[in-house]
């Protein structure tokens, strides 16, 4: 049990990092690509992928999802494979990388709230502390990069669109929870992504795909490779891993690390200085990361697929 949960930790972590990067990634080439083009672009690559994978560890059993089952598995590519990427790459195009992340780091509040509201998790006064401090360890990372950046119409628009998509990852965690009581990370991660991804195809082809492609040049080839394979498949399989193991709120306090990602990238591609404020900002969202995910010694495990 320890060990799968240490396990679910590493998944989560590593998927934060590569969502990190991805949020300066997206930020460079929505610039270029439409956010319904992007959107459909960067996971149609990782479900293909996610596929292909699927076909040859599981064979046969990759149709073997029930009827009754899809309607959930399409709420759950909608919610995160549609919606949550157009909202996230259309606000990208309005508010600044650090900012935008600094507002998807809420999704743990979110995630907390509709799981009480589910009656699916109850979160100690530990974990409450944990939360709070870990999104006050963001707060303090960004407070004197001034994160508040862009002002006006735009910047409020971009604003809600980023809120919009952090409620659509904690709905997801939350709602995620059904499947695994009947399929594996591997299937319901491939399955939504399909389903999410064809959902959006007509609009984005509407929106001028095929005229895109043309376009494209290697850098932005590259990106859109990294974020479908790095920050697409293997990203957003850890993620679901983790729910499979630990709490909707376990899972989402590790999104506070993508804007602390986002500056350590700015500092090593881009020469910016790290300061003492950072690091101890960094400290900060570990502290409260380890307060929400140190295991209780009742050893209560979350909703779900028994393991």
Known sequence: MNSWRLAANAGAFVAAVLFGSSVVAVRVVVQEVP??????????????LLVFVLMIFRGRELLSVKWRDLPLLVLLGIVLFAVFPVTFNASLRLIEASRGALLLATIPLWSALL?????????????????????????LALA????????????????????VTAL?????????????????ALTVTTYAMVLGTLFLLPAALVEGLVWVLPRLDLRTVALLV????????????????????????QVAVYINLNPLVAMVLAAALLAEHLTLVFVAGFGVVLAGVLLVNWP????????????
């Not at 956010?35 to 293909?48: C, D, H, I, N, T």
């Not at 006064?125 to 006050?136: C, H, K, M």
């Not at 004197?144 to 809120?163: S, T, V, W």
């Open 35 to 48: 956010p319904l083009s992007l959107a459909v672009l960067r996971f149609g690559e990782a479900a293909l």
């Open 226 to 249: 990294f974020l479908g394979v790095f920050g697409g498949a293997l990203a957003f399989f850890l993620w679901t891993f983790a729910l499979t193991r630990l709490t909707p709120t």
């Open 296 to 307: 209780r010694r009742t050893g209560v495990a979350p909703l779900g697929r028994s393991h």
């Open 144 to 163: 004197e990069r001034g994160a508040g950046g862009q002002g006006g119409l735009g910047g409020l628009a971009g604003d809600a669109l980023m809120l």
């Open 168 to 184: 659509c990852g904690a709905a997801y965690a939350v709602l995620a929870q059904r499947a695994f009581a009947r399929y594996d």
């Open 115 to 139: 799981a009480r509201i589910a009656r699916s998790e109850r979160l100690s006064a530990r974990q409450v502390v944990g939360v709070f401090l870990s999104l006050g360890g963001v707060g």
